[in-house]
């Protein structure tokens, strides 16, 4: 990439780190619209931005600079990027293990990759031979949940009572 922009240099260590726009914006500190306008080479980081920005891309100042080639990443930087800069503080121990045993190339994992993976891992796995929650009558309290709240109504239950009605 010699004799490329800082703006492209910015992108492209964006891209290989798997983050959007957005979510470099929020790991520097800054807006997507400031990323956007860097990327684009229409406003240039400033010396504390481009410090910040080198550190969240995993890459060096000197390369966001132009001033040397990037540095291919060794195995498991996606991950490690991941844990440093974007796992969520409620993290476990044994989520860490089954992302660092998790059956993907860690030479092409970003640190998207692992966030999308923490996702699959949380969400809570669908319930079988479980009965539809009760109507409430008029005369009933609608159901509530654990935090007190009221359950969503479902169309399902509306038809059946407008039907039950005539």
């Given at each position: 990439?010699p004799?490329?922009?800082m703006?492209v240099?910015?992108?492209?260590?964006?891209e290989l780190?798997?983050?959007?726009?957005?979510?470099?914006?929020?790991?520097?500190g800054?807006?997507?619209?400031?990323?956007d306008?860097?990327?684009?080479d229409?406003?240039?980081?400033?010396?504390?931005s481009?410090?910040?920005l080198?550190?969240?891309?995993g890459?060096?100042?000197?390369?966001?600079?132009g001033?040397?080639?990037?540095?291919?990443p060794p195995?498991?930087?996606?991950?490690e990027?991941?844990?440093r800069?974007?796992?969520?503080p409620?993290?476990t121990p044994?989520?860490?293990?089954w992302?660092r045993?998790a059956?993907?190339?860690?030479?092409l994992?970003?640190?998207?990759?692992?966030?999308d993976?923490?996702?699959r891992?949380?969400?809570p796995?669908?319930?079988?031979?479980?009965?539809?929650?009760?109507?409430?009558?008029d005369?009933?309290?609608?159901s509530?949940?654990?935090?007190?709240?009221?359950?969503?109504?479902?169309?399902?239950d509306?038809?059946a009572?407008v039907?039950?009605?005539?």
């Open positions: 990439m004799g490329s922009t703006g240099r910015i992108e492209r260590a964006r780190a798997g983050l959007n726009k957005n979510q470099l914006a929020r790991a520097v800054t807006s997507w619209q400031h990323v306008h860097w990327e684009r229409r406003t240039q980081p400033s010396p504390t481009l410090s910040r080198a550190s969240v891309l890459v060096t100042l000197a390369y966001l600079l001033e040397e080639e990037p540095v291919v195995l498991q930087e996606g991950l990027t991941f844990l800069s974007y796992a969520p409620d993290l044994q989520e860490i293990a992302l045993a059956p993907i190339d860690p030479g994992a970003t640190p998207g990759t692992y966030l993976l923490l996702h891992i949380r969400m796995r669908p319930a079988s031979n479980v009965p539809p929650p009760a109507t409430a009558t005369d009933e309290e609608p509530r949940n654990k935090t007190g709240r009221r359950e969503k109504v479902r169309m399902e509306v038809l009572r039907k039950g009605r005539r």
